[in-house]
């Protein structure tokens, strides 16, 4: 049995939140006339545009968590429906609305509500102090230090000047030459003129040297880190002989952060060590002690994360490379700290060759210098190898293949079997074995009868020198890769 059809009421007033008859009186003030019916269709559209507007209000609310709604909310509403916005409305001035004394005429209206209009006074206005509003905040680059150096820009501080010297014939300004002026031979620098003592300039000098002392001090150490640099150097070195202190005083070192201040400091500590220890030949036992500290502190802070070492790699370098070449180590020490000089070199060219790419070639013609120079010590030719294996392979080739360096060793160390020789000729074979190729499961030798082989061997020996080839012919793949001779080239 099916269900009776209900039939729709025909379209007449309806009563909703906005009333039909609000619409009539706002026509009759445009002197339009309109039907009751066509006032109650007007007001269920505006209705429903107000919900939809509410609606949309509400969702920028939700999404501000906030509980009330603001006049900003309206007017977002309102752009996201593509309406033009209510101008003079915002959410720092709200609209204060006072509620209208009931009319006698009319009990039965309701309450009336209207907007206050504040009341200017414009006297009042024109006396006040204008205020200037700031500029709009904006950004700009510039650079602080290139390479190292400050640039002369005006959001840089300005440069120290430096004093320059006295030109004896410049013309002061008051016409005299300079020269009249001079300053006591017994070095209390009290200027003369003429012989006669000017302490009035010499006051005023006195009071230039130090403003400029003054403002050479960038930075004042606070008194923890003074106290933290004071515990940190005795806990090192040497005759201190607690380990425990050592390793969590490089473990510091390493590892935390806020020592930037201190880093100038540090390696200036290091330099003065190395130098103090290099002095007079480093024979003893505690010298090596104390490079080998030193040599632990400078990686140490390479290994830093937070510390900023570009700025110092010029004296980083020095006390690594004087531990490195150096003629006369200590003797139970000398190849533990060249290899350790040699594997902080490595890590420092790791870390920086690409900020600075003249880096390595530097390097690179040092060490050169100090194998191939003649007159030098086997000590600094050992640690120039030590140091051509951690710039890399490529710096092995040139200096041992290529620049001749295995045959000065070779001449050197014919016939020798002295401590030094030994140690030279097993730092060669190791640098040597950089350039080795990776083992395979069938090694063979040159064999002197094969006219290929053969030529590979006169051009190993005229490279290497006698005494390495002689090492190296064992394996073909080996003297093939140091004469540049691949296995299909014969």
Known sequence: MSK?????????????????????DLAESLNITISDTVASALASDVEYRIHQVVEEAARFMRHGRRTTMTASDIDNALRVLNIEPLYGHTPYNPATFRRALPFAQSTSAGPVYFVEDEEIDFDRVLR?????LPKGVSWTAHWLAVEGVQPL?????PAIPREAPLDPSAVAPDGTLASVIKTEPSGQGVPQMNGVSLPNAASANSKLTQQ????????VLSRELQLYYARLTGALLPPTADSAKRT??????????????LLPYLIRWVAEGVVEALKDGAHSENDGKVLEVLMDV????????????????????PPVLSTLLHSTLPPSHATQLRTA?????????????????????????????????????????????????GVGKEAVRKGLVEGGGAKVVASECQGSSSRESNALLNATLEALQVLRPPPSDMTDALDAENPADAAVIRKLVDQVGEL????????????????????TDD
Do not use: C
Request: glycine share 8%; hydrophobic share 40%; charged share 20%.
């Open 248 to 261: 969590a005083a490089l473990a510091s070192l390493r590892s935390d952060a806020g020592l930037q201040a």
């Open 212 to 219: 400029q002392q003054q403002q050479l001090v960038k930075q």
């Open 341 to 389: 000089a040699s594997q902080t070199l490595s890590r420092l060219l790791t870390q920086h060759s690409t900020t600075y790419p003249s880096l390595s070639p530097r390097i690179m013609k040092t060490l050169l210098l100090a194998l191939i120079s003649p007159g030098k010590s086997k000590g600094s030719r050992e640690g120039a190898i030590r140091g051509l294996v």
């Open 153 to 157: 820009i005006e959001q840089n501080p």
């Open 468 to 487: 390495f080839a002689s090492r190296i012919a064992g394996d073909s793949a080996w003297a093939r890769e140091i004469v540049g001779i691949g296995p």
């Open 128 to 132: 006040e102090e204008k205020i200037t």
């Open 298 to 317: 400078v990686t140490a802070l390479l290994e830093n994360r937070t510390l900023f070492v570009e700025p110092y790699l010029h004296q980083i370098l």
């Open 4 to 24: 009776p059809i209900k039939h729709r009421p025909a379209n007449g007033p309806t009563s909703g939140v906005y009333k039909g008859d609000a619409l009539k």
